[in-house]
């Protein structure tokens, strides 16, 4: 029995280690296109206004560099807990109703981001089949960015999870000892 807890525990920290270097690799992928999306705006803007001949792949291509900023990084924000939330009602509730209320949101969130990844998945198999591509850039499949958003709720929503586990085990062993 100590030998399966011991592998267990192995098997659970090359996952948990596997899951946190994918995180950095979306995250960094966030800063690559945050950077390149700041060049190609800028660069489009110069070429319409000083220039006035801007290239006509500018707007696509922000657009597209957007998405994988924002579905890139949600994963890691969520692990440092810098991800957007909406007190004003949950400040104004009592302690142990917070915590149900928190509770059941995180339950919430995860699945709702668990179906939006399912959509996606849907949505990048129809995408690929049908070869999709950008109006303005031909040679650009329309398909990855959406895998990579795919990838990244589904990692974002494992953290929810996780994060919902680890409360819930928390108001266990409170409430076990009485501090309820």
Known sequence: MERVRRLLK????????????????????????AGVMAAVVITHVTMRYVFK????FGQELAILLMFIVVFAAVPE???????????????????????????????LGSLFMLFFSWYLARLVLEMYSRQLHYHMMPLVPR??????AALA????????????FKA?????????????
């Open 77 to 107: 924000l969520f692990v440092r807990g810098q991800h957007l939330r909406i007190e004003v009602v949950a400040n104004r509730l009592p302690p142990k109703v917070n915590r149900w209320v928190e509770l059941f949101v995180t339950a």
């Open 153 to 164: 709720i589904v990692l974002a929503s494992l953290v929810l999870l996780s994060n919902l």
């Open 143 to 148: 398909w990855p960015q959406y895998a990579l």
């Open 10 to 33: 192995v098997v659970s920290a090359g996952i948990s280690s596997g899951f946190y270097a994918l995180m950095r690799f979306l995250h960094a992928c966030a800063m690559v296109a």
């Open 168 to 180: 819930a085990k928390t108001r266990q062993g409170s409430h076990a000892q009485g501090e309820e």
């Open 53 to 56: 001949a801007p290239f006509g």
